[in-house]
């Protein structure tokens, strides 16, 4: 779910730093999958070293957005609701 509604959020194009966003969730993805291998197939301190610099750098990425970010358009959102 969260991966997804990053994706939505990043198409929409409304936020300045979406691209952050984007970022955080392809990260999240990354660990999901490199765990999966990690975990059931092929063990490696190596994999741990990525997942753990991976889910570092997404969360790293995912507060950064929600503290540097701006709405692109201010005056669009006002209209929206007059």
Known sequence: MFSAFSFIIYVTDRYEKSLYLFIAASCTLFVDAL????????????????INIAEISGIYFFASFFIETKLKDPASKEESFF
């Open 35 to 50: 765990l999966a291998v990690n975990e059931l197939y092929f063990y490696s301190r190596v994999f741990t070293v990525l």
